[in-house]
């Protein structure tokens, strides 16, 4: 019988909803029921492509035994995390300060109250590697709350108030400088392994925010090791098994084997790594012209339409690592990988030879079971440019009747404000319309389904359904990314608009009035034990970063002064953290570039967008590298966006108009004047 999960819209409490587990979903009715019964809530956070959640739930979850355990002496609470970001954080920071360590799955014991007593993230069915077993967990959280409840207490009250004591420091409240980035840069540099291209570390997390640091620094400062250092990196998670050589887009990250060879892949592909690193990669075309980073950015761009978009016209949150690997049995990484009998299989033995070359197939196998991930090692040999193409696509629909990966279906804001942003960008680079047709239905989408009528954002939807919760900043920053995006891309200011309504919510309900400190959460949110505030870039831009460069944006499209203060007092943080810990604050520090350029603002004036002219101009002005640029487009004098008011025409052709920090170039007809203007 279904237990609560099962009115859920979280694909991953779905995958919950039979199991003998009798779940709640986070609500207030679950403590309530804790306290009735007088008895500890199990909370368990995780992600529908998470593997190891996978494997607790198939070892421990669907067990009628340790269910029937957990049903009588606990009240069991799951929580997605993609859906309850703010749960999460506030959680995870106590397992990390308990435990010095996190991950998912993640396990908490607590009170009736929220307040926690014992952590951990998977437990095994039985005690191995000096691991406890979940049952001998269940057992001693359960022994402890009947038989020491005083002592329970006691640390559940100390874990708790040293959470609500902890005050995040925003360091120097002025906005970072030139020093800030130049000492960025220089412990980015020690951080880098000049043999490989990656940064140092067994695991290796694409790092496309630090990326995006790179390419603006070097556009403004002219830094020829910065933009060494970002061709290395797109290079080499291009040529490795972090990335799909046939289908296009990007694996969670790869880990080091001990024993050296290929790098081994974690095989979940998320939204958010794909649409970061889409961008990344047509920026870095933008800037070197490089066939490598226009390929990488076109297939990723394709891979997120053709495997991530629903019927609604939103991009679902991901697609699982494990899959069906043809016997039944569900198996990481089995949809990608690739013996030299299957090639043989698919292509004929001469093709097949070559092609194990040419993508690092071997005999003994990359992988495990003598299977191997498709790479691109570096070599001499030269291969035919015309037959690796007719060997991706015959591998690519050989691969598809393989069972395919799980989809979570689920549709989180802020990831899709980030798809917007790669999609509508690449589309206008490279002439593809249908990309930026796609960045439209995404953003029809969350205007009709994600936006109330006060603007206010829902965190995620599935099935063109609202979900529950409520957007956090994190949502609101990258949607507004995201919409002034579109904005620039279509000359349409109705998402300028859009942005201005979100970006007004972050400064009425996100933002510390005293320090200029920026909230994960609303000042009117639910209320969890600390309210969580996080201004480090991990796998997406914190909403702390996010929102600081888009209230950077919109002010430069609008000359609002509160949205330019705002964020100059948000960025003093990067001001803090940029020279210490720069690969966590990548995102701060690419938006604290944006701020020591201007950033520039670009009006386009024309007949009309469709006059080839004015087509030129615009184009140039999106292909400008400086950087954070804003790009306004439209009719001379135009009430489409504020950039366009008082713009004539010079002499009735189509201009460019190029201003920053109150000073203006002399409006030109040229392209590539308005090229240089933007370039210098």
Partial sequence: MPNRLAQATSPYLLQHADNPVDWWPWHPEAFDEARRRDVPVFLSVGY???HWCHVMAHESFEDDGTAAYMNEHFVSVKVDREERPDVDAVYMEAVQAATGQGG??????????????????????????????????????????????GEVEEVAGKITRDLAERELSTGDP??????????????????????????????????????????RHHARAGSVAALEMAEG?????????????????????????????????????????????????????RATGSDLARRVALETADFMVRELRTEQGGFASALDADSDDGSGRHVEGAYYVWTPEQLREALGDDDAESAARYFGVTEEGT?????????????????DAERVASVRARLLEWRAGRPAPGRDDKVVAAWNGLAIAALA?????????????????????????????????????KDGRAGANAGVLEDYGDVAEGFLALASVTGEGVWLDFAGFLLDHVLARFVDEESGALFDTAADAERLIRRPQDPTDNAVPSGWSAAAGALLGYAAHTGSEPHRRAAERALGVVKALGPRVPRFIGWGLAVAEALLDGPREVAVVGPALSDEATKALHRTALLGTAPGAVVAAGAAESDEFPLLAVRPL???APAAYVCRNFTCDAPTTDPERLREALSS
């Fill in 48 to 50: 529908s492509a998470c």
């Fill in 233 to 285: 990196l797109c290079g080499a998670m291009a040529r490795s098994s972090l990335y799909d050589q046939l289908g296009g887009g990007f694996h969670r990250y790869v880990l080091t084997p001990r024993a050296g060879g290929a790098l081994i892949p974690h095989f979940e592909k998320m939204l958010y790594d794909n649409a970061l690193l889409c961008r990344v990669y047509a920026h870095l075309w």
């Fill in 650 to 652: 010079q002499q009735g």
């Fill in 104 to 149: 998912w799955p993640m396990s908490v014991f607590m009170t009736p109250d929220g307040e926690p007593f014992y952590f951990g993230t998977y437990f095994p069915p039985d005690a191995r590697h000096g691991m406890p077993s979940f049952r001998q967990v269940l057992e001693g959280v359960h022994n402890a709350w009947t038989g020491r409840r």
């Fill in 425 to 461: 960008e690449t589309g206008a680079y490279f002439d593809r319309p249908d990309l930026v047709d796609a960045a439209l239905g995404a953003a029809d989408l969350l205007v009709r389904v994600h936006l109330d009528e006060q603007a206010r954002l829902t965190r995620t939807s």
């Fill in 367 to 383: 992988f495990e079971e003598g299977a191997s991930v498709l790479q691109l090692p570096r070599r001499d040999e030269v291969f």
């Fill in 174 to 215: 002025q906005a970072p400088t030139e020093e800030t980035q130049a000492m960025a840069l220089l412990q980015l540099t020690r951080d880098v392994e000049p043999a490989s291209g990656w940064f140092k570390g067994d695991t290796k997390f694409p790092p496309s925010m630090v990326v995006e640091f790179l390419l």
